[in-house]
């Protein structure tokens, strides 16, 4: 979690393409029974805002069945990330993911940042960082789409889309459950309950409850790096003369433990720096989260004759979450921090799709989006520990003939009297030994869109299509600093304000507090070019070239207002796709290459973390799914994606860039993953089945200034779910492992204690274990 960085070393002197990536790899894999013996099985998706089968979607998709999530045990995105190629999700905690598609990452909480890889939830747009992370249980299908996205699914699609499909409503009765049991006190239960009401109208019910004690022990007290997250979901389904209309009520809370954040320069009280080893944060078991989301969405089908459909989308969204971490990650009342986030949204969208069983087939529609958010920030802190741990070092490393004063300052800090004060003005000044600052940014955006897609049979085996969005945002940003709840007397050295004092802050340059506002309004124009040739019965040849757009930022500071221009990616891509053997095996091969215009990077400007134009980027890469049935009882599926995304050497002037070399952050050169599906028949309508997986990320850097120390080396995590299946799969009783070998890695290092030359480092989960039981009636 990377909230503030407004510390640094004081100065001297102020073919976005590629189908197929599963066709529905693993659902095909695991089906026992309910496919043809060896044949691979097909997902039906509406990527392109129309049914097709997956394999004749001319995008870049990877498209998983719930079956298959359910089957795999796969209920966070980090977990269904694995097995998607170019597909990178990071859960800090709910309040905190980051996803990253073909090396582009999004997760900022700043309520001024739109997203870079959207997550959409049957159709209403959920992307807003702290309230995208939600519980994938009861699903119909996932659909990643990876590339430019903007045309298909609208703003914030710039590098790709998640698309959630949730089980609707329908006139059966049908009920089931999974639940789960494993160490660290965990246990997990899903369920639902389907059935008609009376002729028209149908009613679901979906419950989940997930909850494990911290996978850290907290010498404070407590633990950290723990679950606990409740969702319910009611769904009503209307059946009209022509048409139908669903109402989806989602409602989920999470409250675990403390993130944590792990020092590897501040000791423990037991002397251990060990970033795996227990930990040791202020505030013990009152750190956490306490996040609630609340979404109401309507979708409407109504058909217009026999070749027009209208599609309507109406989304209602809130969310709120207030989450207490220790940015230093140590015992020193040294950075206690807070943040409150909140955040409510109106979306509508109409679509018009037309097929007239012709040549001629596609959409045209517009929607209207209202989004209204706030992220507020404190820090708590003992000056005298701040001067000590953070203030002195970097005088020091700033001035080093400072080091002659060091006996004179220990001498001043021991007695709780402010060295700085002394030296410059020779008074004695004792420290504020608790005094709370922050800061506050808001954003207010309106938009409206038109798009449009249209697809052309040139011939029975080529398709061209061409689709255009055009999209119009009013926006206003604001900032306000929260002022120090007593006088700050570390204020006067301006820390991140090039030496300006900020008393009586200490950190956050004051607005007298005045939230301070600036508005603008922004054009913007993506699109897409595709041709797909069909080479036979059973391979796709195809291209495309698309745009993708991430709007404009207006960030407001006490200094100045900067209004960023939007980030602009051009894709191209080409790829095969098709099936062999009877069905038996199915291929997808592609190639891409990414080019950024207006990179929007976070850097240091002045002592202050901003966002800025770091100028141009690239990603070429290549990725390959494979899937194969060796027969009824044997499948394998395997993912690799190879791709070297950098900051270009030099922006659009020739002249050189700050970050140019620079692998962007969290994007491997290398990624793959195996999975292995074993089933066998064993009589009794019983069956057995084995499930191990591994999956491989290379070397990844998390800051874009590729900083020494803050990267995880290459790894590789196994997994394994086995058990027996009873009465044709209506029961099911399983073990489950992941982490099996224990491995230590990473998930995040620098984050907001970086900031002040604290890094921190959160771990990955440890090796986790359990039993399983499903049923379905």
């Known amino acids: 979690m990377t909230l503030i960085r407004t510390l640094r070393p004081l100065r001297r002197s102020p073919l976005s393409l590629a189908l197929l990536t599963c066709l529905a790899p693993l659902p095909a894999l695991a089906a026992e029974a309910e496919t043809t013996p060896s044949q691979l099985e097909r997902i039906t998706v509406t990527a392109q805002k129309r049914e097709q089968q997956v394999a004749d979607v001319p995008i870049s998709i990877s498209a998983y069945s719930g079956e298959m999530l359910r089957k795999l045990g796969i209920t966070r995105m980090d977990e269904l990330s694995a ?10 905690s709910p309040n905190n993911p980051g996803y990253v598609v073909r090396g582009i990452t999004t997760d900022s909480g700043e309520s ?20 995208s992370a939600v519980a994938l249980y009861d699903l119909d299908r996932v ?3 990876r590339g430019p996205q903007g045309t298909l699914f609208g703003r914030g699609a710039e590098a790709g889309a998640v698309s959630l499909i949730q089980n609707k409503a329908s006139n059966t009765t049908a009920s089931g459950f999974d639940a789960e049991l494993g160490n660290y006190s965990s246990h997990k239960l899903s369920a639902f309950y389907n059935t008609p009401l009376n002729e028209a109208v149908s009613a679901r019910v979906a419950i989940y409850d997930a909850q494990h004690d911290g996978y850290v022990k907290n010498l404070s007290g407590g633990d950290l790096n723990g679950e606990d997250t409740k969702a319910a979901r009611l769904s009503l389904h209307f059946d009209l003369e022509d048409g139908s209309v669903d109402a989806i009520f989602n409602y989920q809370k999470d409250t675990p433990p403390g993130t944590d954040f792990h020092s590897a320069t501040l000791a423990n009280r037991n002397g251990s720096t060990d970033v795996y080893g227990d930990s040791d944060l202020n505030r013990g078991s009152d750190l956490g989260l306490d996040r609630s989301i609340q979404g109401l969405t309507v979708l409407g089908n109504f058909r217009l004759g026999d070749s027009w459909q209208l599609n309507s989308t109406t989304g209602l969204r809130r969310f709120n979450s207030y989450e207490k971490f220790d940015a230093d990650g140590s015992n020193l009342d040294l950075l206690e921090m807070s943040e409150y986030v909140k955040s409510k949204q109106l979306s509508q969208e109409f679509r018009f799709n037309y097929d007239g069983g012709g040549r001629v ?28 741990n953070v203030v002195w070092p970097l005088l020091l490393q700033s001035y080093p003939a400072y080091a002659a004063y060091q006996s004179a300052v220990d001498g001043l800090v021991a ?18 030994n608790d005094i709370t600052e922050g800061y506050v940014n808001a954003s207010t955006t309106h938009a409206v869109e038109a798009f449009g897609d249209l697809s052309f049979d040139v011939t029975n085996r080529l398709q061209l299509t061409a689709g255009l969005r055009v999209s119009h945002e009013d926006i206003t940003s604001g900032y306000r600093t929260i002022n120090a709840d007593g006088t700050g007397t570390l204020g006067l050295l301006g820390l991140t304000t090039s030496g300006v004092p900020v008393t009586p802050n200490n950190l956050f340059a004051t607005t007298n507090g005045q939230m301070l506002r600036a508005s603008d309004s922004f054009w913007g124009v993506t699109g897409r070019l595709v041709a797909n040739y069909q080479l036979g019965d059973s391979a796709n040849l195809y291209a495309s070239v698309s745009r993708g757009r991430k709007p404009n930022v207006i960030e407001v500071q006490p200094d100045a207002t900067t209004e ?21 095996f199915l291929y997808d091969l592609s190639a891409f290459y ?24 690239h990603a070429p890469g290549l990725e390959m799914s494979l899937q194969h049935n060796f027969n009824a009882d044997l499948g394998v599926l395997f993912n690799y994606t190879w791709m070297k995304a950098r900051f270009n050497a030099v922006d659009e002037d020739g002249s050189a860039q700050e970050l140019g070399g620079n692998r962007l952050r969290m994007s491997p050169d290398n990624s793959a993953s195996l999975v292995l599906m074993y089933g066998h028949d064993i009589g009794g309508n019983r069956r057995f089945y084995l499930r191990p997986s591994y999956e491989w990320k290379d070397k990844m850097f998390f800051d874009d200034e590729n900083t020494a120390g803050l990267a995880q080396k290459a790894y590789g995590l196994v997994n394994l779910r086995t058990g027996v299946t009873f009465q044709n799969g209506r029961w099911d009783v399983g073990l489950f492992g992941a982490n099996l070998a224990d491995e230590k890695y990473l998930i995040d290092a620098g984050n907001t204690g970086a900031t002040f030359g604290l890094p921190t480092y959160i771990r990955g989960a440890p090796r986790t274990f359990g039993v399983s039981l499903s049923g379905r009636f």
Request: proline content about 3%; aromatic content about 12%.
């Open 112 to 131: 001024t940042q739109t997203s870079r890889v959207s997550i959409f939830q049957d159709g209403v747009d959920i992307s807003r960082s702290r309230g």
């Open 415 to 432: 007695s709780n009297l402010n060295p700085v004060q002394y030296l410059l003005a020779g008074a004695y000044v004792p420290f504020n």
């Open 564 to 584: 960023l221009p939007a980030e602009i990616l051009t894709s191209g891509e080409i790829g095969l796709k098709g099936e062999l053997a009877q069905g038996k």
């Open 594 to 617: 990414y080019d950024y215009k207006n990179f929007q990077s976070s850097a240091y400007v002045d002592g202050q973390y901003k966002t800025q134009n770091a100028g141009r980027a």
């Open 143 to 145: 659909e990643v789409l």
């Open 361 to 388: 087939r596609g959409f045209v529609g517009g929607n209207v989006f209202y989004e209204k958010g706030q992220q507020q920030v404190t820090l708590q802190t003992d000056e005298a520990a701040l001067f000590s």
């Open 83 to 92: 097995f998607v190629p170019g597909f990178h999700a990071q859960l800090q």
